[in-house]
């Protein structure tokens, strides 16, 4: 399976779910709401606030990750090895609080907090106590104003979201340095479309923190309201330096080298993050992309074996290893393991695995082979009655260099009409106007436009045409492009179609320059096939030593019938890549 999303989340406040891990030396305690055993209604806003304080006071501990959380469900998603679930109550003029701490594995108490204290004081120097025997260390907590924590608390507790943000906003206008306040509300406000109010409060927040700890945590959430990515990674920094062994930071932090293509950068933050955990399957996925991408091979084959003896039932390790190995360019043994990914679980990816060791072997130079193994991913999508199981053929000859074989047999397809028809008319197009067949590709862009049903199978068909339009300048291709897609799409697709206009067109420097752009922000399903076009148009354009930087690495092969586009860089890129770093 490709690079995970690398969606930006706030991992230091939630901690990101992830694959479940076995057991490290790192402990991750969670922190749930304590039970309020008094008849006292008004002391409830404790309970709510207890973890809240007791994960901010042990924060950083050594060998220790604490995460307050609102409920138990999560528990395995959140590799939790220990839970702290407590009580308190009121007994005379003292308020008395205990806890356990609960083993997950074992599910057997391994300690107990018991404290006591005046009423008078509240619940915060009881809390101290137990962080203490908790993780042998309890910073102090930035508020000691009560009447702004049972505000925080009552916050915590409600479970409508305009009180909730309310309650905590007034928590944070009472004492500012309650930062935790602040990254309740601010969320809250955003998501009713209070952007600038949200960024406002997160601003006050920061510049109020009294601690190093404070204000990464604000710094954290202001890069995400702002898409700041050097705003989040600066804060994170902080935090993971605070906290070591927090594999999520580091994981977050090797996220956003990625999407900066400073791979060095990325596999030395999952390298921490494994150190932290190294029982935490998905980071050594992370980690061996991250070392690939850099051109780190040895060092990506290493990451995919502890990937696969800590989980060698799971088939995507062997699907990472096979994608590893071909970026590698060792296409034999990197078709040997996509079979093994599909044989450990023969629904795993739909079948996917047989085409990627079907191009495998292709590239190995067994056509014959190939072919058969391309069957057996047909036979796949079969059984799953893979409406376009034909034109996926069909675009496997195309991209294995039987072009005539390919138009044939979609121009059958396209002959039974429908959506399917549709579909294949536009890869028609398309493949006509690759080979310079322009004026026929006009007329089978505009059947298939007369075919189309869906949403899909219009844009498929509108983008055929417009593809197919007479040479023009890159200002005209621009122009054309506003024209066919509608100012409501992302602006990253309207740069995509501009790209593949461009590059059609033989226009690669200017193709070069937006496709640099788009990759910046590029998802993985999209990555290679942008990073293949990118290296063409460099080396097109004459920049040979761009090229082989670019294309250091194969990039991974397409998924037949899946993308209009592919037939614009592979095969092609084998010559490219031969080309550049020759």
């Not at 004081?121 to 049972?150: F, H, I, M, T």
């Not at 034109?391 to 390919?406: C, E, T, V």
């Amino acid at each position: 399976m490709s690079f995970k999303t690398l969606a930006i989340g706030l991992l230091v406040i939630l901690p990101g779910c992830g694959p479940k891990a076995p057991s490290t030396g790192v402990q991750r305690v969670a922190i749930l709401p304590f039970e309020n055993l008094s008849t006292d209604a008004s002391l409830d806003w404790i309970g709510s606030l207890a973890p809240v304080i007791v994960a901010r006071q042990t924060a950083g501990a050594s060998g220790m990750v604490t995460v307050s959380l609102a409920a138990d469900h999560d528990l395995a998603a959140q590799r939790i090895t220990s839970v702290v679930r407590g009580y308190y109550q009121k007994e005379g003029s003292q308020l008395r609080l205990r806890a356990a701490l609960h083993d997950v594995a074992s599910a057997r108490v391994v300690r107990w907090f018991d404290q006591r204290g005046p009423m008078a004081g509240g619940p915060l120097p009881l809390l101290d106590n137990v962080s203490r025997e908790l993780a042998g260390k309890a910073d102090p907590y930035p508020s000691s104003n009560q009447e702004a924590l049972a505000m925080l608390g009552a916050a915590l507790a409600s479970g409508e979201a305009a009180k909730r943000a309310e309650l905590a906003e007034a928590a944070f206008h009472k004492d500012p340095r309650l930062t935790a306040a602040a990254l309740e509300a601010a969320p809250l406000r955003a998501a009713t479309g209070a952007g600038a109010e949200a960024v406002s409060i997160i601003e006050a927040a920061m510049r109020a923190a009294s601690s190093d700890w404070d204000r990464a945590q604000a710094g954290t959430l202001l890069g995400f309201l702002r898409r700041d990515r050097d705003q989040l990674a600066g804060a994170l920094e902080v935090t993971a330096r605070i906290a070591p062994a927090n594999a999520d930071v580091a994981r977050q932090l090797g996220e956003l080298a990625t999407r900066k293509r400073d791979y060095a950068k990325a596999a030395g933050w999952f390298a921490k993050a494994t150190d932290a955990e190294p029982g935490y399957i998905g980071l050594w996925n992370l980690r061996a992309y991250a070392e690939a991408y850099g051109l780190n091979f040895s060092g990506a084959k290493q990451s995919t074996k502890r990937y696969r003896d800590l989980a060698p039932l799971d088939p995507n390790a062997y699907d990472t290893t096979g994608e590893i190995l071909w970026m590698a360019g060792e296409f034999a043994e990197a078709g040997q393991s996509f079979v093994q990914a599909q044989e450990k679980d023969p629904q795993f990816s739909g079948g996917l695995e047989f085409a990627k060791a079907a191009f495998s072997l292709w590239m190995a130079g067994d056509a014959a082979a190939a072919d058969s193994m391309f069957q057996r991913y047909l036979e796949s999508r079969r059984a799953l009655s893979d409406p376009i199981v034909d034109l996926r053929h069909a675009h496997w000859l195309f991209l294995s260099g039987r072009q005539d074989q390919a138009l044939t047999m979609a121009a059958k397809i396209a002959g039974t009409g429908g959506e399917i028809g549709s579909r294949a008319l536009s890869f028609v197009s398309f493949w006509h106007t690759r080979i310079g067949q322009r004026d026929l590709a006009r007329e089978e862009a505009a059947k298939a436009a007369t075919l189309a049903r869906s949403p899909g199978s219009q844009s498929m068909a509108a983008l055929a045409g417009l593809f197919a339009q007479p040479k023009a300048s890159p200002a005209e291709w621009q122009e054309r492009v506003g024209k066919v897609v509608g100012p409501q799409a992302p602006a990253s697709f309207r740069t995509s179609a501009v790209v593949y206009a461009l590059f059609l067109d033989g226009h690669y420097r200017e193709a070069a320059k937006l496709l640099d752009a788009l990759l910046s922000d590029a998802t993985p399903g999209t990555v290679d096939e942008l990073q293949a076009l990118l290296g063409g148009a460099q080396l097109l354009a004459g920049d040979k030593q761009a090229a082989a930087r670019t294309l250091g690495r194969w990039p991974l092969p397409p998924q037949p019938g899946e993308s209009l586009f592919a037939s614009l860089w592979f095969p092609a890129v084998k010559d490219w890549r031969a080309q550049a770093l020759k």
